[in-house]
């Protein structure tokens, strides 16, 4: 079975531009969380969606935002961009019951120039 | 709010070696604990979790204990390979949801470096 798919591998941007990153989940998982990993440090959790609502959000400005399809796969943007965005942006999916596992697509690599 | 800290690394060690990655974690309510491991150029892998209180997670020749009373979640492996190498992420599920791992509160990674 295919894990989780996330595209595209790397991206270069500009300041003030805006990207679009997306996400595919393991078949049947209804769950798909977003993390900015900056180099060096953890995952910092930005969304949560389950079944096509947002079920949570971490401390980033409104400039992010995300959304989840029908078909369960999410898009993560980022508007007006900053060097302090550069980052692995990883998506994570999971079935969304109590305790049921994340599982993490490879990222995407964003460098802002 | 809810934190994980973990011991700076990196932890160099030689092959067959033991390994212990301290792990300590603030909650206000009963969080589940996890480890995953992220290898280069890949994204995290759950290597073990623990939902309560005394639960030991196991996996791979990992193993953790869930200790509230020192509120640490510490890794242990017996006996360390080359293939170990990697950045050990402990984690913490948002005790303001209960049950919900969507959102994870992760520490800053440790670096073990296994040499042969």
């Known amino acids: 079975d295919a894990g989780v798919t996330q595209s595209p591998t790397h991206l270069i941007k500009t300041r003030g531009q805006h990207v679009t990153l997306r996400c595919s989940p393991i078949?049947?998982?209804?769950?798909v969380s977003w993390y900015q990993q900056v180099l060096g440090q953890g995952p910092q959790f930005i969304f949560q969606y389950y079944e096509k609502e947002e079920r949570g959000r971490g401390n980033f400005p409104d400039r992010f935002s995300a959304r989840q399809f029908p078909n369960y796969s999410s898009e993560l943007n980022v508007n007006a961009l900053l060097l302090g965005d550069s980052a692995l942006y990883l998506c994570?999916?999971?079935?969304?019951?109590?305790?049921?596992?994340?599982?993490f697509g490879n990222g995407t690599r964003l460098t802002v120039t | 709010g809810d934190s994980v800290t973990q011991m700076e690394g990196p932890v160099t060690l030689s092959e067959e070696a033991f390994l212990t990655i301290n792990c300590t974690y603030t909650?206000?309510?009963?969080?589940?604990l996890f480890w995953y491991v992220q290898y280069p150029g890949e994204g995290l892998q759950l290597l073990l979790k623990?939902?309560?209180?005394?639960d030991k997670g196991s996996n791979k020749g990992f193993e953790a204990t869930y200790r509230k009373e020192t509120t640490s979640f510490h890794l242990e492996k017996g006996s360390v390979q080359v293939s170990d190498s990697a950045v050990y992420f402990c984690?913490?599920?948002?005790?303001?949801?209960?049950?919900?791992?969507?959102?994870?509160?992760f520490g800053q990674g440790t670096t073990l470096q296994v040499k042969p």
């Open positions: 984690a913490l599920s948002d005790s303001r949801s209960s049950g919900n791992t969507g959102k994870l509160i």
């Open positions: 078949s049947g998982h209804k769950s």
């Open positions: 623990a939902t309560k209180a005394d």
């Open positions: 994570a999916s999971s079935l969304g019951g109590d305790n049921s596992p994340l599982h």
């Open positions: 909650a206000t309510g009963y969080p589940s």
